[in-house]
Each structure stands twice: as C-alpha cells, then as structure tokens.
C-alpha cells in the first residue's frame, strides 16, 4: 500500500499491519523462534542455522530489527542479535487484543 493512503487508517491499524509485514515471511519465523532459545545474543550461526544465504539473513535481520522485534549489537567484526522482550511483549499483546474483539461477539450472520 502506497504511504498516501495509510492516512485512511488509524495508527493502531497501520502498526498492525506493519508487525504482520514482517511476521509474515517464515524466514523471519524462524530467525525469531532461533532466537528466542538462545541463552546469549547470536552473532554468526544465523546463516548456518536457517539455511539461507548471508545477505538474505541481513535483509531479514534488518526488518526485523528496523521493527524493533530483535535488538543488535556490534562485537568486533560482526553484529550480535537478540529478541527484544519487551517489544516483542507489546506486539504479542497487540495481537490478543486485536484478536480478542472476534471473541467478544457472536458472530453467526453467515451461516
């Protein structure tokens, strides 16, 4: 969707859509659910792990952590990631609430 017309929306509904942008590609799935059962930040394994090339990793890491899900940092040569708690916290709490709303009505108009 062009930039001109997320004005039609409010600012709740484009963050929803933003957040399921980036959840929606399972490389991306995947990189977090990697990520979230490590003890420590990962810096190289990425590539080896999910199977996908370098510069396909960095663009993914890239929207994942221009979205705040996962949080980098520089050790040397290279860069370090992890998910973000906290974010990644108010993102699954977004979601119930956007999903809630289905379970608050009984919708039955279409059977």
Do not use: W
């Not at 969707?1 to 929606?24: H, P, Y």
């Amino acid at each position: 969707m062009g930039k001109s017309k997320t004005d039609l929306f409010t600012a709740e509904q484009n963050d929803l859509a933003d957040i399921s942008r980036v959840l929606s590609h399972p490389a991306r799935i995947r990189i977090l659910q990697y990520l979230a059962k490590q003890d420590s930040c990962v810096c190289g394994e990425l590539v080896t792990e999910i199977g996908l090339a370098q510069p396909t990793i960095s663009q993914h890491l890239k929207e994942l952590k221009k979205m705040g899900l996962i949080r980098g940092t520089i050790e040397g040569a290279s860069v370090c990631y992890c998910v973000d708690l906290e974010v990644m916290s108010q993102v699954q709490q977004r979601l119930f609430s956007f999903f809630n709303q289905f379970e608050q009505h009984q919708l039955d108009c279409c059977d």
